[in-house]
Structure formats: structure tokens, C-alpha cells
């Protein structure tokens, strides 16, 4: 279960969220936060996750187009990863459908920050992004492991992502 908020701007977009699940038997707990510039490209992340009885704590901060920092100390393996994907939440996916602004049937291959908090494992990874409708994408790893269509919101918000997450709830405010 996810509790998501997003903050929109002229400037860009913050989002705070927490998630708590249980996998192989144990429970895990996420909090994160991202901020987009006005282009919807991811210029920081901050991750605090504990699972199986270990804490981790990521903090990257970037330039929008794919140059990472963490820890005072470049991370030259994400180079031209602009967005990130963390697999426990569908929000992710949303930050290059909006970036992205594909038209339909327009199709985009990307490098992400690919961060599997259960495995503790953060690597590159490469993703494609092909609109499909108004509302839907085909979203598939690179080679071709997982792929899923992805139905978004009017604001490019993920709201199901099939056999995974579906949206039970949202509040808007303006």
C-alpha cells in the first residue's frame, strides 16, 4: 500500500510518499522523495527503506539530464539515466510518461536508475515507453523481460498497472 502526495509547480513537481508491504514473509517499509524540474526530469531522490531487519538510505542529486551525485561523489554509471523506477510503487513510470510527451503510437527507449529496494540492488537499466492511447502505455524492460500496458490519468498519473497496483483512492486540491 502506498500513500502518494504530489505537489505540482511552475517550477517542477515534489513528490513524498511511503509504502508498506510484506514480501517473503516480511514486512518492508519505504519512504521516498523525489523533485522534478518543470520538464518533469528527476533533479533529486531520497530513499530511507527497512526490510528484513536491514535500513538503507539513498540520497541522489542530478542536473535533469542525466548526472548524478551521491555523496559528494559522481556516479558516472547513471550517466543519462534521467528518471528513476522504483518496482514497489506504479508512480514511477509516471515520470517519463510525462517527460517523455509522446504522441500515440510514438514509442521512446530510455535509461532509468533502477532501485530494487528488496534485493538491494541499484543499477542502470534500459526501458521502452510507447503511447497507445489518450490514456494507456506499453511499458517494457530492455531486452524484452517484463512489459505491461499502463493506464494513466488526465495528469499522467499512473492509475493501474495491471496484476500489480491499482489507484483506490485520490484527493485534489488546488
Request: proline letters at 4%.
Amino acid at each position: 500500500m502506498e500513500n502518494c502526495l504530489v505537489n505540482t509547480t511552475g517550477s517542477g513537481t515534489e513528490i513524498k510518499s511511503t509504502i508498506i508491504g510484506m514480501h517473503g514473509g516480511t514486512i518492508y517499509h519505504v519512504e521516498y522523495q523525489i523533485i522534478t524540474n518543470g520538464n518533469w526530469e528527476t533533479i533529486f531522490f531520497e530513499l530511507n527503506n527497512r526490510h528484513s531487519n536491514l535500513t538503507n538510505h539513498l540520497k541522489f542529486e542530478g542536473d535533469g539530464r542525466g548526472n548524478w551525485v551521491t555523496n559528494g561523489k559522481p556516479a558516472d554509471q547513471f550517466t543519462s539515466c534521467i528518471d528513476i523506477d522504483i518496482p514497489l510503487t506504479p508512480f514511477t513510470n509516471s515520470l517519463p510518461i510525462n517527460r517523455l510527451k509522446l504522441r500515440q503510437g510514438e514509442g521512446q527507449e530510455i535509461q532509468v536508475i533502477y532501485l530494487d529496494l528488496l534485493q538491494n540492488e541499484v543499477k542502470p537499466v534500459r526501458q521502452k515507453y510507447t503511447r497507445l492511447s489518450k490514456s494507456e502505455y506499453q511499458y517494457q524492460n530492455v531486452p524484452n523481460e517484463f512489459e505491461a500496458r499502463i493506464e494513466v490519468d488526465e495528469l499522467g498519473l499512473v492509475v493501474d498497472y495491471p496484476e500489480l497496483f491499482v489507484r483506490l483512492a485520490q484527493i485534489k486540491t488546488d
